[in-house]
């Protein structure tokens, strides 16, 4: 499956923004989902996950009751809603897929992973 992240863009601390993340080549529905990101000189983190249909959510620590992952399966897509932004939530978010759920312990492990988007730049202005 091939995936292509895309929304981000310069905004404001505190403003919201969705990014998107459209599957090409599979049925979406039947992958796990998740976002990571990485910001200038650090290592990637885990944002946020979503299971196949009916499967789980996380969120990391640091974007809980601000994040929102969600999927749209009529349109191979899963969506990150990002509410009340911060600077330090600036970085690349990039998607990615499996086709199996992950145990909670295990989402934010990006070599479990299998497909990768190209990523998308968010820059929040203080």
């Known amino acids: 499956v091939q995936l292509q992240a895309s929304g981000g863009g310069l905004v404001q601390a505190g403003d919201s923004l969705r990014l998107s993340c459209v599957a090409h080549?599979?049925?979406?529905?039947?992958?796990?989902v998740g976002w990571f990101r990485r910001a200038p000189g650090k290592e990637r983190e885990f944002v946020a996950y979503?299971?196949?249909?009916?499967?789980?959510?996380y969120y990391a620590d640091s974007v809980k009751g601000r994040f929102t992952i969600s999927r749209a399966n009529a349109r191979d897509t899963v969506y990150l809603q990002m509410n009340s932004v911060k600077p330090e939530d600036t970085a690349v978010y990039y998607c990615?897929?499996?086709?199996?759920?992950?145990?909670?312990?295990?989402?934010?492990?990006?070599?479990?992973?299998?497909?990768w988007g190209q990523g998308t730049q968010v820059t929040v202005s203080s």
């Open positions: 080549g599979r049925t979406f529905s039947n992958y796990a």
């Open positions: 979503r299971g196949t249909s009916g499967g789980s959510t």
């Open positions: 990615a897929a499996r086709p199996r759920n992950l145990v909670m312990s295990a989402v934010g492990r990006p070599d479990l992973y299998d497909f």
